[in-house]
């Protein structure tokens, strides 16, 4: 089993910025794709953006409700898997869940969450 630890949510204005950050209690980022989805109340959980374990080369797919405005990377020396988010709309308000995942589907872990709020 594999806990996944996000941290770094909170309170922000519109077009502030927030780090999220989600590190697995053991080190399996170069076996895992990652991803980060978000649920915000009264809708269904959504992809946001995820990250291959890649090699030498991580490729990296976003929703395009945040293309240009969030990037997803990945730290394998730190197991840390990040998503910066600039230029926050009160849209982006939801809780986001880390997530890791086996290409074959066969195992797949889920972080508690962390929630985003953003509002003046």
């Known amino acids: 089993q594999v806990q996944l630890v996000e941290s770094g949510g909170g309170l922000v204005q519109p077009g502030g910025s927030l780090r999220l950050s989600c590190t697995p209690s053991?080190?399996?980022?170069?076996?895992?794709?990652m991803g980060w989805y978000r649920q915000a109340p009264g809708k269904q959980r959504e992809l946001v953006a995820a990250?291959?374990?890649?090699?030498?080369?991580?490729?990296?797919d976003y929703a395009d409700s945040v293309k240009g405005r969030f990037t997803i990377s990945r730290d394998n020396a730190k197991n840390t898997v990040y998503l910066q988010m600039n230029s926050l709309k009160p849209e982006d308000t939801a809780v986001y869940y880390c997530?890791?995942?086996?290409?074959?589907?066969?195992?797949?872990?889920w972080g508690q969450g962390t929630q985003v709020t953003v509002s003046s």
């Open positions: 053991r080190n399996i980022l170069s076996n895992y794709d």
């Open positions: 997530n890791a995942w086996t290409t074959t589907g066969k195992y797949s872990y």
């Open positions: 990250i291959t374990s890649g090699g030498s080369t991580n490729y990296a």
